[in-house]
């Protein structure tokens, strides 16, 4: 189609106009971004005795290393400084004695932190050692740096309540302590006993190597259920026609999911362990249980489920035990997050910019990378660009923060201290999740935390975008939890592991 010269003259103008103001709004976002409210919580947690105060917060939830539910010393400490420093704190949440509420302020607009606190099992190790040395072996160890999330969240919290004060700052801080991340359990029973009903938004973090954040759909949606069987004992030898085998029923089920996998989708994950199995081969075992996860997309999962659940039947059916429970500990969405949310989160990111990290660090990173075999790398130079989604789902990890995008808007920020290479849920990221590089990596993390958040408050318009972009996705996809309506937290899931090792590990570490 032919244009008109005239038309094409005033077409290249407005373009020409528009590029220059687009430009203009660039430059003074940048240049108008680190305002003084901002500033003032950047310079409050660049001071060193600050970043000291948290760096040891973070190494002392590291030295307790409590699994999830069972994180009184990490949600206590948590709680208490945040207490401390004028916010009013409420424990033991939504049916879980380790969840907690902090708030300050009052009034509109309401901007969600979220804590995480607990450990994983197995993967006890020293802090700041390049090679594989347990403090005690078999003992929970943080592996995924949940000391140093909880942490970088409350020292963020707390310098935003600072600014609040001397700004003069209207609106509230929720600080939402979620325990049992590393299980899946907390966040959709914290949503079903109304917690976010009045969230604005949500600020997430999760220590890292790198210093980034993203948007739009990731990782997998999960069930996460106990089966159990029940069977009958009886002499193995003298009468074993008389008994029914629980165990049986536990190993016919893994035999029929594993034959189920062929047919599952390509970006599903199936991953079990037998939790009982009998206690002596000459009894025939009359209970036996498996915990699965079962993972895929939010559109697949339940399908998945639903199959695995028929697995169990049958076997049962064979056996001629009864599948006597399903314990449902968990059942989760992927991340739908927030891309608003997430761009403001990167301005963010690249005004508190990469730590410095000294000689030590470096020689200790290159040391542990050596030792796994990658690439001797050392820590990180740059922060990352925003990450897309991916183009195509192909499955991975899950968080119950799913469940929060989609009851709020939500984005999380990756902060670094992690030495890029170590492998999650493993003794290398348990080693580097202590000590001077962690504390660089969370104070970092906490003032994009802290930045993001003063802007939350203060700059209506982002948060009228971010808002609308949240109102436009979720009236087509409202928020349906797969939690089932009667599953209650799973209080007792670690409490005999902690039981085990907490004497054990309270000798090693003193408060
Ligand atoms: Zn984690």
New binding site residues.
């Given amino acids: 189609m032919n244009m008109p010269v005239f038309k094409k003259t005033i077409f290249l103008t407005i373009l020409s106009v528009a590029l220059t103001l687009h430009l203009h709004s660039q430059l003074s976002d940048t240049q108008e971004s680190i305002y003084p409210a901002k500033r003032s919580v950047l310079d409050y947690l660049e001071r060193q005795d600050i970043v000291e105060k948290y760096g040891r917060i973070s190494d002392a939830i590291w030295s307790y290393a409590e699994l999830g539910l069972e994180e009184y010393r990490s949600a206590g400490l948590l709680a208490k400084t945040l207490e401390e420093d004028g916010f009013s704190v409420e424990m033991g949440l939504a049916g879980m004695p380790t969840c907690f509420l902090a708030t300050y302020g009052s009034g509109k607009p309401v901007i969600a932190i979220l804590v995480?606190y607990d450990a994983l099992p197995m993967i006890s190790q020293k802090g700041r050692v390049p090679y594989h040395d347990p403090v005690i072996d078999g003992a929970p160890g943080h592996g995924?740096?949940?000391n140093m999330m909880g942490t970088a969240s409350i020292a963020a919290a707390i310098a935003v309540k600072h600014a609040m004060d001397e700004f003069n700052i209207q609106g509230t801080i929720k600080v939402f302590g979620s325990p049992a991340?590393?299980n899946l359990i907390s966040r959709p029973f914290m949503i079903r006993a109304g917690l976010f009903e009045d969230v604005d938004a949500v600020i997430d973090n999760?220590s890292s190597s790198a210093f980034g954040t993203g948007y739009g759909v990731s990782g997998t949606a999960l069930f996460s259920s106990i089966f159990t069987f029940k069977g009958k004992t009886a002499h193995s030898a003298g009468s074993p026609w008389d008994g029914r085998s629980a165990l049986d029923a536990v190993e016919l089920m893994n035999i029929a999911t594993n034959f189920l996998r062929e047919h599952l989708h390509f970006s599903h994950r199936m991953h079990y362990v037998i939790l009982e199995g009998g206690q002596v081969p000459n009894v025939v075992p009359d209970k036996a249980s498996v915990w699965y996860y079962v993972r895929n997309s939010d559109e697949r999962v339940e399908e998945m489920y639903e199959r695995v659940v028929n697995c169990a039947k049958a076997a049962a059916l064979a056996t001629g035990t009864e599948l006597e429970e399903i314990k449902v500990v968990g059942a989760i969405h992927q991340r739908h997050s927030n891309q608003s949310l997430a761009e403001l989160f990167q301005r963010n990111i690249e005004i508190a910019g990469m730590p410095e990290w000294d000689e030590e660090e470096q020689e200790f990173a290159r040391t542990l990378q050596r030792e796994l075999g990658v690439e001797e790398r050392g820590m990180p130079e740059e922060v990352n660009t925003l990450s897309p989604p991916r183009g195509v789902f192909t499955g991975g990890g899950s968080s119950d923060v799913g469940d929060v995008t989609l009851i709020a808007p939500t984005a999380t920020i990756r902060f670094p201290g992690i030495v890029p290479g170590a492998v999650s849920h493993h003794w290398s990221t348990v080693s580097s999740t202590y000590g001077s590089a962690a504390w660089k990596g969370l104070n970092a993390g906490a003032r994009a935390i802290a930045a993001s958040a003063i802007d939350l408050l203060t700059l209506p318009g982002e948060l009228e975008k971010i808002r609308a972009e949240f109102e436009e996705y979720t009236s087509q996809n409202p928020y349906r939890p797969f939690l089932p309506d009667d599953a209650e937290p799973f209080l007792e899931l670690n409490r005999n592991l902690m039981q085990k090792y907490r004497p054990l590990m309270e000798q090693h570490y003193p408060d």
Avoid: V
């Fill in positions: 995480e995924c740096g949940h991340e590393e999760h």
